[in-house]
């Protein structure tokens, strides 16, 4: 995505909806950066909660601002 469009989507985001893009983006580079064969059991479950959280809520999030755009 290039600059000018990022500003573009970015400028019709709310500091809360902001935010949550952040959120899910700090928790898919942990994820990222985490060697998984190394975790326990427990540590690879609850990651994959928070991941699977955060994309319901990303995929909220789109809805919402698709909502938002068409009023």
Not at 7 to 23: H, K, P, W, Y
Not at 42 to 64: P, V
Request: hydrophobic share 35%.
């Amino acid at each position: 995505m290039s600059d000018e469009q990022s500003r573009e989507t970015t400028g019709a985001l709310t500091d809360v909806q902001r935010s949550r893009i952040d959120f899910a983006r700090r928790d898919l580079d942990y994820a990222r950066s985490e060697d998984l064969a190394q975790l326990p059991t427990a540590g690879l479950i609850l990651l994959i909660e928070r991941l699977r959280n955060r994309l319901d809520d990303t995929l909220s999030l789109i809805d919402e601002v698709t909502h938002q755009s068409k009023n």
